[in-house]
């Protein structure tokens, strides 16, 4: 996604900017400070996070995957805001809330974006296929949660230590559109700003696609927000 009017190559070396200036800023963190409040662990002079069922590793040199290489930027984003914005003590309340009920989500913008680029996103790309939504939501680490309402997919997906997801489905017919509904639990405020938690709902709609595709074979360019 590039900043308003700027080029591939100026876009590229703002991220660069941030991405360092937040590496910077983790280099001051005190590992041991945080692992506990955070859910994570350390290894040597790293901290390890578990990201959407997958484990990245952080220090003052960096983030990086499985592999050794740094992930996308929205990734590299969303993990540094995790470890800086660590609250002073550990928040519980696990409570099923919407995107706009969070205190600190008062820009109109992120509201508007999380409708568009996660729940629509969603009830779009899977109307009328269901079973396809279910093997992608398992595929990438979704399980299933048991709901007091009827609905035709309720899957929890675990986004950080402290943050999981539910996805609620139903699908449509001849005289309803399909209904999705992605869900946090409350005290995920208290651990990322609202920006970030918007983007882990994109994510988590980028993925899903992604699987999906594999699974058929299609071309998964409309992945715009995939992890990968």
Known sequence: MLLKGT?????????????????????????????????????GDQMIIPFFNRKYWVSANGIMDESGNRPDYIVCVIIAKYILLCPDQSHTDAQWVSFKDFKKTSH???VT?????????????????????SGAGRAIGGMDYP??????????F???PRISLLLLFNDGDD?????????????????????SLAMSGALLAGNLKKACDRSTGADD????????
């Open 7 to 43: 080029s591939m190559d100026t876009s590229s070396t703002i991220f660069e900017k941030h991405y360092q200036d937040y590496c910077a800023q983790i280099s001051e963190i005190d590992f041991n400070s945080v692992t506990s409040i955070l859910g994570t662990q350390k290894d």
């Open 108 to 110: 109109f913008t992120n």
């Open 113 to 133: 974006f999380f409708n568009s680029d996660v729940e629509q996103a969603i009830g779009d790309h899977f109307s009328g296929r269901l079973d396809a939504l």
């Open 147 to 156: 709901m007091a309402l009827s609905y035709d997919l309720s899957m929890q």
């Open 158 to 160: 675990t986004v950080l």
């Open 175 to 195: 005289e309803f559109a399909s209904q999705c509904k992605v869900l946090f639990q409350k005290h995920a405020e208290f651990y990322l700003d609202p920006e």
């Open 221 to 228: 360019s409309i992945s715009r927000w995939a992890i990968e």
